[in-house]
């Protein structure tokens, strides 16, 4: 579908967590501005759910990674696997993310299809390493992370995203942190992941402290990703928009 200049398009590949609940698909955001198209995470199940949006991976020139857990970067070496086999890709694609996404993603391609970058790839892969609060320009794309918390892992991003006057945040995964208040400053959007419901666990955003937490973020709009089993119970008594795998965004 046509995308109107100067709007952006966002269509949620996938919306779930680490475990499938509700039989959604890994954390995927793939993001359209004038024709030019990223990805914002790409969990293992990432290139499946493009399929079924009618997404061609190969119209995606850069990937934008917010932490280094299977969910949330495990689909990348699919891409590539497509890139070479099906799509036969020749432009460059960026992959960006934290320290160590290039090793990751090499070390789970070598070990899910040995062999496949024995012969190398046809594409060019530039890999940039994001560092906190250091905004990175990706073609007309500017991504800036922000350190949140998400157990004992490091380098985990929440990450602000900017193209042309839109703008939109993202948590990744994390508990609640003030990061979260710059993160959100004047977004038009904040896609907001909430697992749990009433009971605030290590890691990870519960509905009734970001509830509580809605007047400290300033973004215009608030919606809900990556629930878990007590969201997905108590979906109709939520006040914030949960997203569905397949949902479109559109910021005009």
């Not at 499938?20 to 290139?47: K, T």
């Not at 906190?132 to 320009?137: C, D, I, Q």
Request: one cysteine or more.
């Amino acid at each position: 579908m046509p995308v109107e200049r100067n709007s952006l398009r966002i269509v949620c590949v996938g919306t779930g967590d680490a475990f499938g609940s509700g039989g959604r698909l890994n954390s995927c955001y793939h993001f359209n501005h004038s024709g030019e198209q990223v990805l914002l995470d790409c969990g293992c199940s990432s290139l499946i759910g493009m399929q079924r949006c009618d997404l061609d991976p190969a119209d995606i020139s850069a990937v934008m990674v917010s932490h280094l857990h299977g969910d949330h970067f495990g689909g990348i070496p699919f891409l590539l696997l497509e890139a070479k086999y099906v799509s036969k890709r020749t432009r460059p694609l960026i992959l960006a993310g934290p320290a160590g996404l290039q090793q990751r993603v090499e070390t789970a391609l070598e070990t899910l299809y040995p062999g496949t970058l024995d012969e190398g790839l046809a594409f060019p892969v530039e890999y940039r390493t994001l560092k906190s609060g250091e905004p990175l320009k990706i073609g007309r794309y500017t991504v800036t992370p922000r350190q949140v918390r998400h157990g004992r892992s490091p380098d985990v991003f929440g990450l602000r995203v900017e193209i042309g006057d839109k703008v939109v945040s993202y948590t990744g995964d994390t508990e609640w942190t003030e990061e979260l208040i710059p993160l959100a400053k004047a977004s038009d959007l904040l896609i907001a992941e909430c697992f749990a419901y009433d009971q605030p666990i290590s890691s990870h955003l519960d509905y009734l402290n970001l509830r509580r937490q809605r007047g400290e973020l300033s973004c215009r709009r608030l919606v809900l990703t990556h629930p878990g089993p007590e969201i997905l119970a108590r979906r109709d008594q939520l006040d914030f928009e949960l997203l569905n795998d397949g949902a479109l965004l559109e910021l005009t």
